[in-house]
């Protein structure tokens, strides 16, 4: 019974959350993408079309940014370390993988919701580390490690950074069996059959992180191209052309987000 009643509180915390959020979210709020370029077809000339704008409630994300990162680090903090304490007192283990899969969908939220938020439009560079969003300019391995440390996984963020796409999606997955390697031939169809929620996804020589909803597919990453951070619709960004795709899951992956809870060292793939 205690173990029920502990559940019962976790589902309640859980609820109270996701409440707010989407209460956050009954206002549309906007993030720009790119300016499109279309050909005239009686001319064969480019134009500007529209500047392509995402809303709040199609994508399911907000994209307005708290007051301040340090406050909203803070607050993830205290979540990850109340269901720390339910993680650890909770011995049927039904309700600990309910509690891992309540808690996979916390960290999704807060990752797409509340900490990279503040990291849209900052500047891209090739060299770029910075640990403060809009402050310097970060890389598109950076934006990947810094945003997940600051969701408060215990990882070197400059290591895995470092490392090529497949050894960062090899570390992010733990498990071989969350990690998911396709080629251009195929990603089109493959993307379709993803579940809903959040990824890392590496690609040749890029990285960054892929959204799922409603059978929509977004890239948010540190952009080489467009030279900020950004969301695209997956199939229409440029820099989401590469032979090889390396997808770990992050919604869903029960030993990523025990590591999280445990805080618990990632290990970094390097071989």
Request: hydrophobic share 35%; charged share 25%.
């Amino acid at each position: 019974m205690k173990t029920v009643s502990k559940f019962i509180v976790l589902i309640s915390s859980m609820i109270i959350v996701i409440s707010c959020s989407n209460a956050q979210k009954k206002q549309k709020n906007y993030v720009s993408s790119k300016v499109a370029l279309k050909i005239d077809t009686i001319t064969e000339h480019f134009y500007l079309a529209e500047e392509i704008k995402f809303d709040s409630i199609a994508s399911g994300l907000n994209f307005k940014a708290g007051k301040s990162y340090h406050t909203d680090k803070s607050k993830i903090e205290k979540q990850r370390l109340d269901l720390s304490i339910k993680y650890k007192n909770t011995l049927d283990t039904i309700a600990k993988n309910e509690l891992l899969s309540a808690a996979s969908e916390i960290f999704k939220n807060e990752l797409l919701n509340t900490i990279i938020p503040h990291w849209y439009e900052t500047v891209w560079d090739f060299n770029g580390h910075t640990s403060k969003p809009n402050q310097g300019t970060i890389a598109c391995g950076y934006f990947v490690s810094t945003t997940l440390r600051d969701m408060g996984l215990h990882l070197n963020r400059y290591k895995l950074a470092q490392q090529g796409p497949e050894n960062e999606a090899k570390s992010i997955a733990i498990n071989s069996n969350a990690l998911l390697n396709f080629s251009e031939d195929t990603i089109s169809e493959q993307i379709k059959k993803l579940e809903d929620g959040v990824y890392f996804i590496g690609l040749d020589n890029h990285v960054g992180y892929l959204y799922i909803n409603n059978s929509n597919s977004y890239f948010i990453h540190s952009n080489y191209i467009d030279g900020k951070v950004m969301i695209e619709y997956t199939l229409h960004s440029d820099a989401f052309n590469s032979h090889n795709y390396y997808i770990s899951k992050i919604t869903g992956n029960t030993l990523l987000i025990e590591k999280w809870l445990k805080k618990e060292e990632i290990k970094i793939e390097t071989n």
